[in-house]
Structures are given as structure tokens and as C-alpha cells.
């Protein structure tokens, strides 16, 4: 998640569909691992879906501040 949050600052401090690129590919990443915890049983489901809707948010919120 460390990666994800680097790569949104990376890409509000310069908007480029690369930094975009990189942003949705670490997401993906993060996304993943969230959602192989919820399976395994190591996050509630809850839980895993609250942690999802932070990443989009914080992502919404930059490219708000970008514009």
C-alpha cells in the first residue's frame, strides 16, 4: 500500500498517463493483496472494503487537487 501511496504522490506532483499507468498498476496490486487477505481470513470482509474505498479516495482527492 506503502508503493501505491508513493506512486499518487509521484503522479500529482507530475500528471502524466505514465504516472497514471503506474498508479493503476499498483492499485491493481493492492487491490489484490486486500482481497487474498479477505479470502484467507485474515481481514473481514468489512474491513477489506473499507481499506479499498481509502485508496480510492486518497487517489479521487489528488487528482481533484491536480485539476
Known sequence: MKRYLTAVDAYAANPTPEAMAEVQR???AAYSKIDKAVKRGVLHPNNGARKKSRLAKV???KEAAAS
Do not use: A, E, R
Open 26 to 28: 499498483t492499485m491493481s
Open 59 to 61: 487517489l479521487k482527492s
